[in-house]
């Protein structure tokens, strides 16, 4: 798929002897054309420093788009603040060197019955300034026109793909939440069209809470359909799913103990990515499929920076993390089966990756320790009365501080040295830590009580 998306993108640069850049609808790129004087042939081998590396400098949007693979959240909102993701035919963007877009554009819309599914960029040096777009003054250049029924058959590849990128999303969901009469059909649906990926190793990613892409929200619904969902390289299938309540009570942030409003109350919404493995004993492509999701969100929720470097208040976009978003990461499988098990390991990943933040913003299920069990525990109308008294605000340093000595086993002088207090402060604390809770921190079971009610608040 790949090579044909490169095919055709080549085709559009030497139609117009540009180069030409192609991205999704959410500015991940896909191809990129070369230029026919070969400037732009290797841009993204960075082992080829020499003219080239001059020639990219020029614009530096276009460099990190090609070497990042993806546009950021400021150039995103830069460039569809022109209604891109309206147009019909070829926009023409000029160049804003404050905005580090040195050269201008011409942005094909790629469509597939009527839905924009991406953009093919031109990079204009000056040499396309007098191409003529079509409009009221007459039709487009020759050229331009068959560059957009190129950018056509681009759509419909991209239209294709993501309808099956749903069909997968749809059987994974079924397998993982569905009725458990469902749930054999979704498993042999999904093997026969992951092939022999689907023997594995796999690995889930779970990331919380998510916001669900909404059409009806969106201010260009017409042109965003409710259904898309990032999908970074590795990834086999992704949906949303509903995150049941985690077991936790809500703990207001004066304790010190992290909250989630997903933690609780009213079930949230969370997403699941299948991600293939090179081997059983090595994470690293779930823990970056897990990274490119987080970052999906842009700059985070209510806005961002813009291209000039300015703070810049924009809308909350469909299909992102909201503030404090989190991922797991669960324990490798082989094969299909064991998939169910492996999104509660992802989803109580993400939880505690959310809940301490030292285990976060990416968490796998075998890092995270006491959460493993704790996240099995049903959901608590309030905190354990052993508690209670301790995670009010009032109390909220002697909460941490008793936290903080059995994390470190009960050792004082580590705990000092942890805190930064002297050890007669420290004993000073763990005295009222014990007038408030009734419990004497010389028993053991008293302290692994203690200790599991505080992780639980967290979660």
Partial sequence: MLDDYQQLVDEISAALGAPATLENRDFELIAFGAHDSGAYSDEADEADKGDEADELALDPVRTRSILRRRSTAAVRAWFEGFGIARAQAPLRIPPDPGAG??????????????????????????????????????????????????AARIGALLAAEAQADEELGGQLRDLLTGPPGGRDTARTALRAALRGAADGPLALVAVTPWTPG???????????????LPSPPGVAAVCVLPVPPGPGPAAGPSTGLATSPAN????????????????????????????????????????????????????????????????????????????????????????????????????????????????????????????????????????????????CAGQASRTAQTLGIHRQTLYYRLSRVEQLTGLDLDAGEDRLLLHMALKSARL
Wanted: aromatic share 4%.
């Fill in 101 to 150: 877009v040195f050269m201008g554009r011409i942005c094909l819309p790629v469509r597939h019955r009527g839905v924009v599914h991406g953009y093919v960029w031109l990079l204009d040096d000056g040499h396309l300034s007098d191409l003529e777009l079509g409009g009221p003054s007459g039709p487009p250049d020759p050229r331009l026109a068959r560059a957009m029924e190129t």
């Fill in 214 to 228: 909404d059409a009806a929200n969106a201010d260009d619904a017409e042109d965003y359909p409710a259904t898309r």
């Fill in 264 to 407: 609780g109350r009213s079930a949230a919404a969370g997403l699941a990515a299948l991600v293939r493995l090179r081997a059983s004993t090595a994470l690293d492509p779930a823990r970056t499929a897990a990274d490119q999701l987080l970052r999906s969100a842009g700059a985070g929720p209510g806005g961002t920076v813009s291209a000039r470097g300015d703070a810049a208040r924009a809308p909350e976009r469909p299909g992102t993390v909201r503030d404090g978003g989190s991922a797991g990461v669960s324990a490798p499988r082989r094969g299909l089966d064991d998939l169910p098990a492996a999104w509660f390991e992802a989803l109580a990943a993400a939880r505690a990756a959310r809940a301490d933040a030292r285990l976060g913003p990416v968490a796998e299920w075998a890092a995270i320790g006491p959460y493993r069990l704790l996240a099995a525990l049903p959901a608590q109308a309030g905190p354990d009365p052993v508690v209670q008294a301790l995670l009010k605000p009032p109390h909220a340093e002697l909460a941490r501080t008793a936290e903080a000595f059995l994390d």
